[in-house]
């Protein structure tokens, strides 16, 4: 009697767990799930599209709280450089990975100026205006590269873009003074020759008045 029950028992059994395993991921089981709503693509934009990127580098980028007196993450990123198309501004921009919520965002002005961060050549630093929280602010970053490449062409490519600035700014003071000078000088020779049209005038009027009398003598002449 045992020897029946048990096969019987155990046939059970596998049917059981038979029952239970999964489907294949490959096996169609003709069902049609119809989708709940339809969702209509939509258009992102993020500012950067009239923008030409510079340096686009992978990175953790720290903000130092002054309060805490300590460095505090802002988030995993591509770190960029951009120059835009018409203003040929260029910004220093990093985003999140997958959420993309901005954590630097500031101008790359001449006075900018990295330095490596405490000896770690993976690791820089550097102070800038920045606007990443929707008011400029003051702040100190760190940023740190998985390599040292990495860091050394992020420093290299911000010390090529202030060196040019630097250049266009002192050429722009440079052309304004010469301008201001031309300007000045042109008032001066202005002033000259006025000067000297108001000198020969009362010669003009004494040579009327001769010419003048002498008509009226040749008149009673006649």
Same mark, same amino acid.
């Given at each position: 009697?045992?020897?029946?029950? +048990? ?21 169609? &089981? ?14 992102? &934009? ?13 990175? *953790? ?54 330095? +490596? ?20 602010? !003051? ?22 873009? &202030? ?39 009362? &010669?003009? *009027? ?6 003048? !009398? ?9």
């Amino acid at each position: 009697m045992a020897s029946t029950v +048990e096969p019987t028992a155990l046939k059970r059994e596998e049917e059981e767990e038979n029952d239970s395993k999964p489907l294949a991921e490959d096996e169609d &089981t003709g069902a049609q799930i119809a989708p709940i709503i339809k969702l209509q693509e939509v258009a992102v &934009t993020t500012g950067e599209e009239n923008e030409d990127v510079l340096l686009d580098l992978k990175a *953790k980028l720290y903000r130092f709280d002054k309060e805490g007196n300590q460095w505090k993450e802002r988030g995993v990123g591509m770190v960029k450089l951009l120059k835009h198309k018409e203003t040929s501004k260029i910004r220093l921009v990093m985003r999140q990975n997958k959420t993309l919520k901005i954590c630097a965002n500031h101008l790359v002005l001449p006075t900018m100026s990295v330095q +490596e961060h405490h000896g770690n050549d993976k690791s820089c630093v550097w102070h800038a205006a920045d606007f990443s929280d929707g008011e400029l602010k !003051e702040e100190t970053f760190c940023v740190r590269f998985a390599s040292v490449e990495n860091c050394k062409s992020f420093k290299d490519k911000i010390e090529e873009i &202030t060196e040019s600035l630097s250049k266009e700014s002192g050429d722009s003071a440079e052309a304004d003074a010469a301008a201001n000078l031309i300007e000045k000088l042109s008032v001066e020779e202005k002033g000259k020759e006025e000067k000297v049209e108001a000198k020969e005038e009362p &010669t003009s *009027k004494e040579e009327k008045k001769d010419e003048t !009398e002498k008509q009226e003598k040749s008149g009673d002449d006649n």
